[in-house]
């Protein structure tokens, strides 16, 4: 076995801080490739600025869970517990994802979690977390949005159909409808989803499957849609 380079030693070191260390004489069908990954991501990035492997792995973890590769999200679920990571810290980074990667990848991610979990004996379900009820969590959640985005997301939203709705969502709310347009109402079904466009009562109904209002709005018979993002004002979705 030749002697190992500077950069393969610092992955190895690398690799054994966060897996244990590795069994060199154990079959490798593919040892070109593992010494590629290996030197690479262990040698080289972990090498690379002055994040802690803490850090890193939290990282790492919010990564493969995105992409859906369950068996290295496993692996580094293990690695980040190993160098410090609490098991509450990885199901809160996941729970984060939800709203961009979706439930069904969320899911996914927390059944790996839960398995790693499992194996180690780390008892389930985790202590809950949850700081708000759905009376307070739209304010809390503006009192976290303001001082980092300002109003830019609602200036942005402002001309937008659904502007000035979800604020105003809650349970003894679910039920009330908002005008969103001239002759078109939104019925809010809950705080994440909502019932498609229907026509005000003062409108007539048409079929829902023929094509959307043309120009000009006020000639147009505001039709249902499916889809809560055709606006009664375009010629065709646009979102």
């Known amino acids: 076995m030749s002697e190992m380079t500077d950069r393969e030693a610092r992955a190895e070191e690398t690799y054994a801080r966060l897996f244990g260390p590795?069994?060199?004489?154990?079959?490798?069908?593919?040892?070109?490739?593992?010494?590629?990954?290996?030197t690479f991501i262990f040698g080289d990035v972990f090498a690379t600025g002055d994040l802690n492997d803490t850090t890193r792995e939290l990282i790492t973890v919010t990564v493969l869970a995105t992409l859906n590769t369950l068996p290295q999200l496993k692996a580094h679920t293990r690695a980040a517990l190993k160098v410090g990571v609490t098991p509450v810290e990885l199901r809160e980074a996941v729970y984060q994802l939800a709203p961009f990667i979706g439930f069904p990848r969320t899911l996914n991610a927390v059944?790996?979690?839960?398995?790693?979990?499992d194996a180690l004996g780390i008892a389930l379900p985790l202590a809950p977390q949850t700081?708000?009820?759905?009376?307070?969590?739209?304010?809390?959640?503006?009192?976290?949005?303001?001082?980092?985005?300002?109003?830019?997301?609602?200036?942005?939203?402002a001309d937008e159909p659904?502007?000035?709705?979800?604020?105003?969502?809650?349970?003894?709310?679910?039920?009330?409808?908002s005008t969103a347009a001239p002759g078109w109402t939104l019925r809010p079904a809950n705080c994440?989803?909502?019932?498609?466009?229907?026509?005000?009562?003062?409108?007539?109904s048409c079929d829902p499957t023929s094509p959307a209002p043309s120009r000009p709005a006020a000639a147009a018979t505001p039709c249902s849609r499916r889809s809560s993002t055709v606006s009664p004002t375009s010629d065709s979705p646009t979102r």
């Open 22 to 38: 590795r069994d060199r004489s154990a079959p490798d069908n593919d040892p070109e490739f593992g010494r590629i990954l290996r």
């Open 111 to 117: 059944a790996a979690l839960n398995e790693v979990f």
């Open 131 to 157: 700081t708000t009820t759905d009376s307070d969590r739209y304010a809390r959640g503006r009192a976290i949005q303001a001082p980092l985005y300002g109003t830019e997301i609602a200036d942005e939203l």
């Open 162 to 177: 659904l502007a000035g709705v979800l604020p105003g969502c809650s349970p003894s709310s679910s039920s009330a409808t």
């Open 192 to 204: 994440w989803s909502f019932a498609p466009w229907r026509p005000s009562a003062s409108s007539a």
